[in-house]
């Protein structure tokens, strides 16, 4: 150990001979702010790629992304999704038991809150989303143009999710900073990681006391996660962690995904003609709007053993970005890729992710984006750009800086 | 390769040939079998694959997983014992043949 030679926070490798070598910064804030042309560039050099600035692999096309993304095997997760090595070096944070955690322990974990977040228990918010969507549209129709992150995306999540979660303390800004925190930590030693490590420092102690049980109610989904502690199916102190999970996944994520929806019907009238014609058609075009615009871009793993990607070998400790984004809009896989087409059904797109580790909060998301979009199509008959709408770079998500929107009511 | 028929609530039959490993969810969206919606993918969250299989296959096809159990309950139809995920049933060679029926609705 003593002599290996470390990159952010991971050994560096030797690339295998004959790969295809990419000197990019995957993380540079012009690509955070319009990754289309790197994910073409990635998927046009091949299957894996190797980028010397970081020293890792890199999977953009459809079928090696999703193949290694889901092969937690030969892929770990435990090792961190991010750049850095827990094996070689100390986590940022205590790492969660959900997403960072490898088989056994993650069957466990993942079984309590997959029960915590399923389509049942979704079914049952139901009606709160549909209420709360149609009250909150009605107000932004009203006042016609709107700064749609905050007003809308943003505000959403936050009105809902704390009452799903039974928190008792809500803090916007807080909320949603603490996602983007947790995300941006995934990339290198860049100023959006340092941005956001001095960012937490702030709010890891409010975010923490949030999710103790005395500050939860005894109806919402927090409960549920510390009643199986009770029963013994994780323990007392795993509990908050995975509480903790639903604040750092849950929040920053649906906003994006609700920002990005509102951003392709503005981009799209046509489809936003049609969703209002075939209100049938909101599922799908979620699943439509997370394929187009990847809220999480990049998410990575780590060679837990020697083994291969797509005929290449790969060393045991190999960093790999799995690059979402990029199988996403995939055309070998896609056809028509680069268009928004809600009746598409993109079924096995990577926006949730895929395998075990598959998004365990996916039911929920679809859910507040169903109730934002239907309520938005039954009141809204045009969505337009009301200025300009910048990208926020972030080291894994795909956000809105600002959408400023003017709201035609129908 | 393997084939699997899908026959719907109103009786429609669909047969399809399955490569092998696929799952019987992948075959039916690649076959264009719209009675499985499978909007989580495969990451059996979701429960919008759900299907019977056919007594007949019952033994071949094995039973369910515990996860696989839990996110039936999710499930908007009538779970019986022959009700599977259909994306937790890679087909084999010796699944050639192999009957599902489909629920009336997915969600």
Known sequence: MRDMELIEGHRAITPPEGMPVWDVDPFDTAILSDPEPYYAGLRARGPVVYIPRWSVLALGQYETTKAV??????????????LNDFHVGDPWRPPSIILEVDPPDHT??????????SPKVVRTMAGMFAEAAEELVDELVARGRIEAVEDLAERFPIT?????????DVDQRILVDYGACVFNSMGPDNALRRAATARNKEIAPWIMAACARERLTEDGIGAMIYADADAGEIGQDEA???????????VDTTVTGIGNALYCFAANPGEWDRLRAEPKLVRPAIEEV???TSPVHTFGRTAGRDCEIAGYPVEEGTKILCVLGAANLDPDKWGDADTFRIDRRPVGHMGFGAGIHGCVGQNIAR???????TALARKVARIEFDGDAPWRPNNAIHALDKLPLKLTPA | MPKVTYIEHDGTETTLEAATGDSVMETAIAGGVDRIVAECGGSMMCATCHC???DAWIERTGTRSEGEDDMLASAVCEVKP????????????????????LPEEQV
């Open chain 1, 290 to 292: 997370l394929r187009y």
């Open chain 2, 82 to 101: 022959t009700s599977r995920l259909s994306c937790q049933i890679a087909m084999t060679p010796e699944l050639d043949g192999l009957v599902v029926h």
């Open chain 1, 69 to 82: 993304f889901s092969d937690h095997e030969n892929f770990v997760s435990s090792r961190g999704v991010g």
């Open chain 1, 108 to 117: 466990r974990t993942r079984r309590v809150m997959s029960r915590a977040l």
């Open chain 1, 160 to 168: 809902v999710f704390p009452r799903v979660v039974g928190m008792r």
């Open chain 1, 240 to 250: 908050p962690l995975l509480v903790r999970s639903l604040l750092s996944a849950g």
């Open chain 1, 367 to 373: 859910g507040e984006m169903e109730a934002v979009l």
């Open chain 2, 52 to 54: 019977y299989v056919d």
